[in-house]
């Protein structure tokens, strides 16, 4: 397993609000987390940070008494992303000007070949095999609803005035339903984790060519 991660400002915001975990060698748990904050000054930033921090020491510290059968490891990240909801959560609710912040969350966790993926909000996780992208989870999004219900089409979802309101966020309620899934990981499988600064602005053939492309050079 290879890990890359890069991040950047952009040119809208002067605070980044992202925040990500990777592995630092082979031999930790092969554990990836993305999170995209939001809300007022500092809020953001925190709670993405606070997010990522709490889920990952969740996973790691619970891992080893677990059974290591796929519903185990299911319901150990929906806990883990459970426990960051309540942490950022009560964070929120300790200090005035953090009242409101949030975050999405993505957890994915590579183990005996199977990629276990928890999700919240509308940043995303793809997985590229055998020259084909396929996005993994759904965002949770006021358009996205839109385009279930048959309302807008996915073209007129890509530039609607809504686009980043969001249905469901860390750390805004006292409880949070994630998603949690399995999905198989091959050997040459390639897994993209980004948050919507990099999904608003280039589509999922440019992310998939952007990938393949680093991942080529090394």
């Given at each position: ?7 950047d ?23 990836y ?24 020491n969740y ?15 299911i319901?150990?990240l929906?806990s883990?992303m ?17 009242q ?7 957890i994915?966790?590579?183990?005996n ?36 219900e048959?309302?807008?089409?996915r ?10 309101m969001?249905?469901?966020?860390l ?10 899934m ?5 050997k ?22 952007m ?8």
């Amino acid at each position: 397993m290879r890990g890359f991660a890069k991040t950047d400002v952009g040119k809208a915001r002067e605070m980044n609000q992202d925040y990500y975990y990777i592995p630092s060698s082979e031999n930790d748990l092969q554990i990836y987390i993305l999170a995209d904050g939001m809300g007022g000054y500092n809020g953001g930033e925190i709670a993405s940070k606070l997010a990522v921090q709490t889920a990952k020491n969740y996973i790691e510290n619970n891992f080893k008494d677990i059974e290591k059968d796929k519903d185990s490891i299911i319901q150990l990240l929906g806990s883990s992303m459970e426990y960051a909801n309540m942490v950022v959560y009560e964070k929120s609710k300790e200090t005035p000007e953090l009242q409101g912040m949030g975050t999405t969350l993505e957890i994915c966790l590579i183990y005996n070949n199977k990629a276990y993926i928890g999700h919240v909000g509308d940043s995303r996780i793809y997985r590229v095999r055998k020259n084909i992208i396929r996005k993994l989870t759904t965002d949770h999004s006021y358009v996205e609803k839109l385009v279930k219900e048959g309302t807008i089409t996915r073209e007129e979802a890509e530039h609607h005035p809504q686009k980043n309101m969001l249905m469901k966020a860390l750390g805004c309620n006292a409880f949070v339903e994630p998603d949690v899934m399995v999905k198989g990981f091959l050997k040459d499988d390639i897994i993209i984790m980004c948050s919507d600064g990099l999904s608003n602005l280039v589509d999922q053939e440019t992310i998939y060519e952007m990938a393949s492309k680093n991942i080529e050079q090394g």
